[in-house]
């Protein structure tokens, strides 16, 4: 069973950057064999991919939405994930969770990002 825990959100202005992590741990689950994902969801609304990794850091997968303003990255040694943020927007405000597929599933607790000047 895969424990994700998510962290580094907070407050930042219109056009902010932000560095989300996540680490991975869990019996029974290789983090360097998973694709893995970012997710968020803002208040009222649904969940919504916003990142894809492969395992190998080889292929990425961004929607327009974030696309050339995010970036994810991944440490396999360290079973951590990453999600840069720049030129962030009030409409990015909302939690992030990492999660092992684009659905979510497996996500943690999430870290609120707020974008707000």
């Known amino acids: 069973e895969v424990e994700l825990v998510e962290s580094g959100g907070g407050l930042v202005q219109p056009g902010g950057s932000l560095r989300l992590s996540c680490a991975a741990s869990?019996?029974?689950?290789?983090?360097?064999?998973?694709?893995m994902y970012w997710v968020r969801q803002a208040p009222g609304q649904v969940l919504e991919w916003i990142a894809t990794?492969?395992?190998?850091?080889?292929?990425?997968y961004y929607p327009d939405i974030v696309k050339r303003r995010f970036t994810v990255s991944r440490d396999n040694a360290k079973s951590t994930l990453y999600l840069q943020m720049n030129d962030l927007k009030t409409e990015d405000t909302a939690v992030y969770y990492c999660?092992?597929?684009?659905?979510?599933?497996?996500r943690g607790q999430g870290t609120q990002v707020t974008v707000s000047s």
């Open positions: 869990g019996r029974g689950f290789t983090f360097s064999n998973q694709w």
């Open positions: 990794i492969s395992d190998d850091s080889d292929q990425t």
């Open positions: 999660a092992i597929n684009s659905r979510g599933g497996g």
